[in-house]
């Protein structure tokens, strides 16, 4: 009985030393597609989700519970040929906040440059450092964005091994016709993206996503006052990056993903903590100014 016991601590350790590192949701739609049999879609989701969620990313040992939780959508909107596919790719990564039920968006994002070729039961090859098809660097672009913007979250600059594979990526896929990769195609894209993560010049953003994150909000479940204290510094950091540069790539992404969520954190402020928050968040992001008037409307 004792040798059985113990049989089994052993397998439930190797289970939780091998899990891997994501949770993450794929879906593969094409509404606009017609005369295409859809087992196609179905074998290249189910394949996907394998690629992502079956797959060793990083060398991190991690538990089931600790699994980064997130979705991936790929919405086809061209079938020129039998084997290539047109559309965008919807990402989003979530992060647990402490002592809640409550997971705080890291990213939301639609990649509309994305085409790929596909055979349907095809392998879906991938190496590190060698570009063997766009569907798979893409997805694995954004999987290392995904562990490093997390490792960000958790600890000051703890995304940058990850940060860095993504820019490995981005390197290898630079002889490629296709697109997203190429830093004259656009300034918001997947070049720019590793690109802003990687630069020194932006590392108070990173520690911004830190602070923000660690130090603000899995602190409010204990000290709501302290946590929204940790995370009003946070803005004025990105006042700091907005100021040096106003277009950057990744504070738009963070804005993008964050802005409910701090218009919900500063509703429930001081009246001064509000106008200062309000002010800030008005310079960074004027597109949506009119938006920040909701935390002004709860004094």
Known sequence: MTRLVLLLILLLQVVAGTAQEFNVQVQVIAPQIQGTDRR????????????????????Y??????????????????????????????????RPVYKTTYNSSLLNYADNDFRFNYVESQPLDYSDNNYTS????????????????????????????????????????????????????????????????????????????????????????????????AISESLDDLRRVYRERPGLFVLQLFLGAKRDEIINIFSKASPADQTKAVNILREIDPANANKYQQILQNK
Do not use: C
Request: glycine share 6%; aromatic share 14%; no cysteine.
């Open 61 to 94: 040992i991690v538990r089931p519970e600790e699994r980064i939780e997130g979705s991936i959508l790929i919405t086809i909107s061209e079938h020129p040929a039998s084997d290539q596919f047109r559309g965008k790719i919807n990402v989003i990564l979530q």
């Open 40 to 59: 196609v879609f179905e074998t290249l989701q189910k394949s996907l989700y394998e690629f992502v969620n079956d797959r060793k990313w990083s060398p």
């Open 134 to 229: 766009n569907i798979t660097s893409v997805i694995a672009f954004y999987l290392n964005v995904f562990l490093g913007m997390d490792g960000d979250s958790f600890s000051s600059m703890g995304g940058t091994f990850f940060f860095q594979k993504a820019q490995d990526i981005v390197n290898a896929a630079q002889s490629s016709s296709d697109p997203g990769w190429k830093a004259f195609e656009s300034q918001r894209n997947r070049y720019w993206m590793a690109e802003n993560y990687l630069n020194p010049s932006y590392s108070v953003f990173r520690e911004a996503i830190y602070k923000y994150h660690r130090l603000g909000l899995d602190v409010m479940a204990d000290q709501i006052d302290q946590g929204r204290s």
